[in-house]
């Protein structure tokens, strides 16, 4: 019993100087804007939502080499131990899902292993969303 009694006031003697008391001083945070003080002085609606095309329908490819476009969301989960987008476009499930398979080029052996450079779809492969907003000015050109 008396080993109890220690060990319990041993963790309270611990817990109460742990540093996790509420602060005695109330003074209100003063959290500042990474813009600075500058007001807002323009309110405008928000960007419209962006729309994917049907199934079946795909934009056409600018120039030759160009990754195709995913005619979907591309917010799958991509880490090192899993990638979300061989859900559907691997070899063993791509035709079941209707979906297109990983290409060859992008394996290391006849059962459709990811190779190391191609693992992480989204660095190439973008949604081919139909945004109503140019995000930002573009000047590409093939010539």
């Given at each position: 019993m008396k080993k109890v009694l220690t060990l319990a006031a041993l963790l309270v003697a611990i817990?109460?100087?742990?540093?996790?008391?509420?602060?005695?001083?109330?003074?209100?945070?003063?959290?500042?804007?990474?813009?600075?003080?500058?007001?807002?002085?323009?309110?405008?609606?928000?960007?419209?939502?962006?729309?994917?095309?049907?199934?079946?329908?795909?934009?056409?490819r600018n120039y030759i080499e160009q990754p195709p476009l995913i005619p979907h969301k591309d917010d799958y989960s991509i880490t090192m131990s899993k990638n979300g987008c061989m859900n559907c476009h691997s070899w063993d499930k791509a035709e079941r899902m209707k979906a297109t398979p990983v290409a060859k080029s992008h394996t290391l052996d006849a059962k459709g292993t990811l190779n190391g450079q191609n693992y992480f779809c989204t660095q190439c492969h973008v949604a081919q969303a139909e945004n109503k907003s140019e995000l930002v000015e573009n000047t590409f050109s093939t010539n």
């Open positions: 817990a109460g100087c742990s540093g996790q008391q509420a602060s005695r001083n109330n003074e209100p945070v003063n959290v500042q804007s990474l813009a600075g003080n500058t007001p807002i002085t323009e309110v405008r609606p928000a960007d419209a939502l962006p729309s994917y095309p049907t199934r079946g329908k795909a934009i056409e």
